[in-house]
């Protein structure tokens, strides 16, 4: 079978391999669209947190069962599933607490171990979700739907807040699609125009800022002076995360769903004074996958806006490096291989 590899950075090949033989406890998934996400643009481009290489990235998976055995899930071969990427070890105090979104020895598909971008896979009966009412390319997106759905989870927000959401990325538009869903009034922050208009005109965000001197000026005209209740960082860049509290309202909640690299540095009287929650959300669990399923069910979610660019796995290779430059207006790019 057909398989792609990212043997370094900057370098992915197309090999072949003989197809996975089945474990206990495992089900043969045949790999039918991979959803491309910043985790994989960073690995290739070199500089994804505890990578190692080579790596078969992919971990946003449509797939459909080929052999399962006999399980409580009632999953059949022929059944289309979506795949909770992160193999928790069921042990350490988080797991045991129902946090496996934070195990301790986390071990994340096509990151720590190997993922989906390969024709077939062997993955964990415990790890599948039966989804018979979601096509390819709703299932492909349920994982980074399900990761802003968390955050919204942690924030526990309410109908009618107002709130900032930083980085009109796909994880950011994912969060702002799914606050408004559960009522909220979203305010879009970015640096990038281009996007910021893709989330007005083709998400429906209330209101759009661009990132720069009078952005908190604007985000106070557009609250009557309140700021907002939530902020979200969906940017993961240093200064946007050590900026965004600014955005935020008196005893509002600060909500760090991106991920810096270094040190984070705040004024701690700035935060001290709003009581500023502080919080931080990684991963998804069961119950946010089931969420973004039932929103996807009901067409809640504008999958073909959302998706932006998608090509046939042959092609992905020649493709890659042109989803890197944000002059090409790729929010989610997804690959498919069936």
């Not at 910043?38 to 449509?62: C, K, M, S, V």
């Not at 919080?279 to 996807?296: K, Q």
Request: proline residues 4%; aromatic residues 6%; glycine residues 10%.
């Amino acid at each position: 079978m057909k398989y792609i590899v990212c043997e370094k950075p900057g370098e992915f090949n197309l090999k072949e391999k003989e197809e996975p033989q089945k474990v206990k406890g495992e089900a043969i998934l045949r790999v039918k669209k991979v959803g491309i996400c910043g985790t994989d643009l960073h690995a290739y481009a070199g500089n994804q947190a505890f990578f190692t290489y080579p790596r078969i990235l992919g971990h946003e998976l449509a797939a459909e069962v080929v052999e399962i055995e006999s399980n409580d899930k009632g999953i059949k071969p022929g059944d289309n599933v979506v795949i909770m990427p992160y193999v928790s070890c069921n042990a350490c105090i988080a797991c045991r607490n129902g946090k496996t979104n934070c195990c301790k020895n986390m071990q994340v598909l096509g990151v720590h171990t190997d993922g989906g971008m390969q024709e077939k896979i062997t993955v964990p009966i415990d790890l599948l979700i039966h989804t018979p009412n979601l096509n390819n390319d709703a299932m492909a997106i349920v994982e980074p739907l399900a990761i802003g759905a968390h955050a919204i989870r942690r924030a526990q927000l309410n109908p009618g807040e107002t709130i900032v959401v930083v980085g009109c990325g796909p994880i950011g538009i994912g969060i702002m699609k799914l606050a408004q869903i559960a009522g909220a009034n979203v305010i879009a922050i970015d640096v990038n125009q281009g996007r910021l208009d893709f989330a007005k005109d083709k998400i429906g965000v209330d209101h759009i800022v661009h990132a720069g001197d009078n952005a908190v000026e604007k985000v106070l005209a557009m609250t009557t002076n309140d700021l907002a209740t939530a902020v979200f960082d969906a940017s993961g860049h240093k200064g946007a995360l050590e900026y965004g509290h600014n955005f935020m309202s008196h005893g509002g909640s600060y909500v760090l769903v991106g991920l810096s690299k270094g040190d984070l540095v705040f004024r701690h009287p700035e935060i001290h004074a709003k009581e500023t929650t502080l919080i931080c959300s990684r991963n998804a669990t069961l119950e946010d996958f089931e969420h973004v399923i039932s929103v996807l069910e009901k067409g809640k979610f504008p999958i073909d806006s959302f998706i932006t660019h998608n090509v046939d796995y042959n092609d992905m290779i020649a493709n890659f490096d042109g989803w890197l430059d944000p002059a090409n207006g790729v929010i989610k790019a997804t690959v498919d291989f069936n």
